[in-house]
């Protein structure tokens, strides 16, 4: 979700996943944490809900920036995972591919979609397993166009049935967010990637006022359907971000 990799620290977290080197800055453990904080008076189910839902949300955002990552290596570059956070970034080193077809508006709308299609699958792969399995899965109304299928029926243990409830909720979740035409989210660059194939000239300034538009939309949703401060809060933030984009951008 982040437009730039954050500077290394002391605590950071040092791992490789298919020789992908993954670094995961602190900042993402205590925000992982602040959302994950469980209500309730029974202390040790309190304890359980905190952790399921930090380590599903790690393994949800690490799949994502994976299938980011996968695709650009795909494309001859050399990426490089950070968590940090309410998310992750995925860069790349272009040494020695500087003719690469990733450079190209579909390879860099493939690996901007990746991600989200990670969780869409990972998601898919859950619930298909659970179906198979016999358990029931439910349609739960969020307020969206549609319901999503994040009711799984309750089955022990309580740890494990929390781990795959958080994944898929937090795997549907994080590629719909994603996908919205907001920098510096996935859908804000796929949006800009195809609105200056269209307008070379004014597709950048196009791309910045949709993402606006539609954070700011996305606020008023936030706390009117929603009645959630922290959405409002986060794409409200995302929207003062395009239009300080959209004015430097004009202004230059």
């Known amino acids: 979700m982040f437009a730039g990799e954050p500077p290394p620290t002391g605590g950071d977290l040092y791992f490789s996943v298919f020789r992908i080197p993954v670094r995961v800055h602190p900042f993402f453990w205590l925000v992982m944490a602040i959302l994950g904080l469980p209500r309730g008076d029974d202390l040790r189910l309190a304890i359980v809900h905190l952790v399921t839902w930090i380590l599903a949300a790690f393994l949800v955002i690490l799949i ?45 709308i493939l690996i901007s979609f990746a991600g989200p299609a990670s969780g869409f699958l990972l998601a898919a792969g859950i619930l298909a397993i659970l179906i198979a399995t016999g358990h029931r899965v439910g349609l739960v109304d969020i307020g969206l166009p549609v319901p999503l299928p994040i009711w799984i029926e309750q089955f022990e243990p309580v740890a494990i049935r929390d781990l795959i409830q958080n994944m898929v909720t937090i795997s549907i979740f994080w590629g719909l967010l994603n996908l919205l035409p907001v920098y510096p989210l996935d859908g804000g660059h796929i949006t800009r990637d195809v609105l ?57």
């Open 196 to 252: 200056v194939r269209i307008n070379p000239r004014d597709g950048i300034r196009q791309s910045l006022l949709l993402s606006l538009l539609v954070a700011a939309a996305m606020a008023v949703v936030g706390m009117s359907v929603w009645q959630s401060l922290f959405a409002t809060i986060l794409f409200g933030l995302l929207a003062f971000q395009s239009y300080q984009a959209l004015q430097a951008y004009s202004g230059r």
């Open 64 to 108: 994502h920036e994976m299938g980011h990552a996968l695709v650009m290596r795909a494309y001859g570059f050399a990426p490089s995972i950070v968590l940090y956070g309410l998310g992750g970034y995925t860069s790349y080193n272009p040494t020695g591919s500087y003719r690469s077809a990733g450079y190209g508006t579909l390879g860099q």
